[in-house]
């Protein structure tokens, strides 16, 4: 049930994706990257799982150090999640075989140099390593140009980014990448891939239903995209994203390598009557970059005490830290996103305020409670 797919091979240290490869499955530790022996757990864990690949997050030189300490101790293979500092890649080249970039971060760095070049300095970089590369599109944090030139068509704005990154990239004779364009909403995720599959059907595709949240919500929306797309020949490799306990982390291998099998061998399920009604809650898996580890159980906690809400349609967001944690919550009716001692709480763009993690939760519900009533009188 999986057709052939057009996409060219590309390879990951030994592991190729692409083509007419296995779907590779990966993940990525959760654990603060600077905790080298959790980390190394993590890893371990995820690869015991089956892991394919295990991404690291990266956004300072200690954290560089950390994993040149840990790439020591493990053969698995590693790829690096860089966020708002791009030059970075080239300290963690030695030790990694894929870089992960997104288009929507770039900016945040010497601001007047051209994008093209500092594209061209990642391509060079990988080039020199033989790393592969991944341009990573995300919803919750497209670049401003592209947010600019498409205000109305957010899935354009997506497609064409990631376009346009594979024609940088391309200028440059390099060939060993794949695009992922993510978001939150599987319909979107499905559409932007769909429509991304068409204008550029050689590039392997990662899939991803980024900050999908709790299972099981957070594996049906997997679910939804991963059906739709696979069955079609689209994706080359995939991760869940799954808001669960660092040491349940296996679980996002397990579901991704279940979700091939079921598609492969014809077992589709039906999406679950009126599952994209009421209360949606989006929730980051959790990475390094988490502020506190009161995070996942402050998820869990947000989706228990919003259980009185479940018949109305609003989005609710939490999110584990300030670099991604402001711009992914835009988008929501109400946003959570997490500092190291209070919880940042926000109703669509506007801030309302910073509460300790014991506050939030009654904080959440004033907001909640209000912003219902306000939509029944008006
Ligand atoms: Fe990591 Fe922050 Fe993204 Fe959560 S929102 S996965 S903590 S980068």
């Given at each position: 049930m999986i057709p052939d797919r057009k996409t060219r091979t590309i390879h990951v240290r030994d592991l190729p994706i692409g083509g007419s490869a296995p779907i590779a499955v990966q993940s990525m530790a959760a654990t603060r990257t600077q905790d080298i022996p959790a980390t190394l757990r993590q890893v371990h864990l995820l690869e015991e799982a089956g892991a394919d690949l295990v991404r690291i997050a990266i956004d300072s030189k200690a954290d560089?150090?950390?994993l040149a300490t840990i790439r020591a101790q493990t053969k698995a293979r590693l790829s690096v999640?860089?966020?708002?500092?791009?030059?970075?890649?080239?300290?963690?080249?030695?030790?990694v075989d894929k870089l992960r970039y997104n288009p929507g971060h770039l900016?945040?760095?010497?601001?007047?140099?051209?994008?093209?070049?500092?594209?061209?300095?990642?391509?060079?970089?990988?080039?020199?390593?033989?790393?592969?590369?991944?341009?990573?599109?995300?919803?919750?944090?497209?670049a401003p140009e592209y947010r600019l030139r498409y205000p109305d068509d957010q899935l354009e704005a997506l497609v064409r980014s990631a376009a346009d990154h594979c024609a940088l990239v391309d200028a440059h004779g390099f060939s060993e990448y794949v695009v992922s364009i993510k978001d939150s909403d599987p319909r979107t995720v499905i559409d932007a891939n769909l429509r991304f599959a068409?204008?550029?059907?050689?590039?392997?595709?990662h899939l991803g239903v980024t900050e999908a949240g709790m299972p099981p919500d957070g594996v049906i929306k997997t679910r939804i995209a991963f059906e739709q797309l696979l069955s079609r020949g689209i994706g080359d490799t995939l991760r869940v994203s799954l808001t669960v306990p660092f040491d349940d982390k296996g679980m996002e291998i397990a579901v991704g390598r279940e979700l091939i099998d079921d598609i492969s061998n014809g077992r589709f399920r039906s999406v679950p009557p009126n599952f994209f009604d009421g209360l949606n809650i989006v929730a980051c898996?959790?990475?390094?970059?988490?502020?506190?580890?009161?995070?996942?159980?402050?998820?869990?906690?947000?989706?228990?005490?919003?259980?009185?809400?479940?018949?109305?349609?609003?989005?609710i967001a939490v999110m584990g830290c300030r670099v991604n944690g402001p711009g992914e919550t835009d988008?929501?009716?109400l946003g959570l996103w997490c500092g190291p001692t209070t919880v940042n709480l926000k109703r669509g763009e506007e801030e309302l305020g910073a509460f300790s993690y014991d506050e939030i939760l009654g904080e959440l519900r004033t907001a909640l409670e209000r912003l219902i009533a306000e939509r029944e009188t008006a």
């Open positions: 560089v150090e950390a999640d860089l966020q708002e500092n791009y030059r970075l890649a080239a300290l963690v080249a030695p030790f900016h945040h760095h010497e601001k007047d140099k051209p994008v093209a070049e500092k594209v061209g300095f990642l391509v060079g970089v990988a080039k020199e390593h033989g790393l592969a590369l991944r341009i990573g599109v995300n919803a919750g944090s497209i068409e204008l550029r059907p050689d590039v392997p595709l898996p959790s990475c390094s970059r988490v502020e506190n580890n009161r995070f996942v159980d402050l998820a869990q906690d947000v989706k228990e005490m919003t259980a009185f809400a479940t018949d109305h349609d609003l989005t988008d929501a009716d």
